[in-house]
């Protein structure tokens, strides 16, 4: 986990309520991930960033936004929080340098009430 | 459709015995193979990749993974297996569809090493 932090790492919220998830790394990497982990699905892509403003969609986009105005944050809001959002949230990124060799955050767990 | 199957959700094993978690994909083009390991409450780790080259990978704490590609395969195996492996295991498949160098993560599979 050395070198990305998440905040928080744990967050109960009612449903509605907006969240935002901060990423921030000190590895200087260009790519950025979001994904969410649920039992019985692994791991799959929320969104990602490709540089500084350059983000995309991943798998399972619906209700979430980010933003990236800094090489180092990466934020994952929740633009009205629903329970099918509980979920453990990881960040990781990677330099490109060794192609797809991603490395991951420690995770935030969120409950949505 | 590019995907990744783990098809056991649980692999139980005695301390001392080798150990396999399975591991397929589908994929176009070349695959590029990761495993990483989570333990509880941490975030995933990387374990070993295949890009090319050798079919047998050789990886952090004395996993090996053995890629096959008639069978579509890329499985994870450790000798003699401790306490301490137990943990959550993810195989991923690069996506080659896109760019920015996303994986696509099977469902994962809880190894449960007994003493």
């Known amino acids: 986990d050395a070198g990305i932090t998440q905040s928080p790492r744990h967050k109960v919220t009612e449903t509605g309520t907006p969240v935002t998830l901060r990423c921030h790394q000190t590895e200087n990497h260009r790519y950025m991930y979001w994904y969410r982990q649920d039992p019985g699905h692994g791991l799959r892509l929320i969104h990602y960033?490709?540089?500084?403003?350059?983000?995309d969609k991943g798998e399972v986009s619906d209700g979430y936004s980010v933003s990236r105005s800094k090489t180092e944050d990466f934020l994952l809001t929740l633009e009205s929080a629903t329970s099918s959002q509980t979920s453990v949230y990881f960040c990781?990124?990677?330099?490109?340098?060794?192609?797809?060799?991603?490395?991951f955050g420690p995770g935030t767990r969120l409950t949505v009430t | 459709a590019q995907s990744v199957a783990q098809p056991e959700d649980q692999v139980n094993v005695a301390e001392g015995n080798p150990l396999t978690v399975k591991c397929t994909y589908s994929?176009?083009?070349?695959?590029?193979l990761f495993w990483y390991v989570q333990y509880p409450n941490r975030g995933l780790q990387f374990l070993l990749k295949?890009?090319?080259?050798?079919?047998l990978v050789k990886g952090s704490y004395g996993f090996e993974a053995e890629f096959n590609k008639s069978q579509t395969s890329f499985h994870l195996k450790k000798p003699s297996a401790l306490v301490s492996d137990s943990a959550l295991y993810f195989c991923?498949?690069?996506?080659?569809?896109?760019?920015?160098?996303?994986?696509?993560f099977g469902s994962g599979t809880r190894l449960l090493v007994r003493p």
């Open positions: 991923a498949v690069r996506d080659a569809l896109g760019s920015s160098y996303k994986l696509i």
């Open positions: 990781a990124i990677s330099d490109g340098q060794v192609p797809y060799e991603q490395y």
């Open positions: 994929v176009s083009g070349n695959p590029y």
């Open positions: 960033s490709y540089g500084v403003k350059d983000t």
């Open positions: 295949y890009i090319t080259g050798d079919n």
